[in-house]
């Protein structure tokens, strides 16, 4: 069973630094695209940075120069480090990861999402 556990997340000053972790179990025969959405009080769950499986980047406007998204292939980890922290970055952050299962049968892709974590930043 592949599971993402997510790891870090919690209270920051505006203008401080966080870093999210994304560790990938269950051995899956591939992972993908890695992403970090994000979901803030009365919205609807966004895009905020994404990483393919060759390493090519793409990050929201509203994250895009202080937020860095990386990953390591070989630990099947990801990372989030987020600089310059704005209370418009409070929400809950979700780990994604676009996955590869063998079903029994043949290989079958997937989405998996870790369990969520909180990240609020004080004005």
């Known amino acids: 069973q592949v599971e993402l556990v997510q790891s870090g997340g919690g209270l920051a000053q505006a203008g401080g630094s966080m870093t999210l972790s994304c560790a990938i179990s269950g051995s899956p025969l591939r992972i993908n695209a890695i992403g970090w959405y994000r979901q803030g009080p009365g919205k609807q769950r966004e895009l905020a940075a994404r990483i393919s499986r060759t390493g090519d980047t793409n990050y929201a406007d509203s994250v895009k120069g202080r937020f860095t998204i990386s990953r390591d292939n070989a630990k099947s980890t990801a990372s989030l480090q987020m600089n310059r922290l704005k209370p418009e970055d409070t929400a809950v952050y979700y780990c994604?990861?676009?996955?590869?299962?063998?079903?029994?049968?043949?290989?079958?892709?997937?989405?998996?999402w870790g369990q969520g974590t909180q990240v609020t930043v004080s004005s």
């Open positions: 994604n990861a676009e996955v590869l299962l063998w079903n029994g049968v043949r290989p079958e892709e997937s989405t998996r």
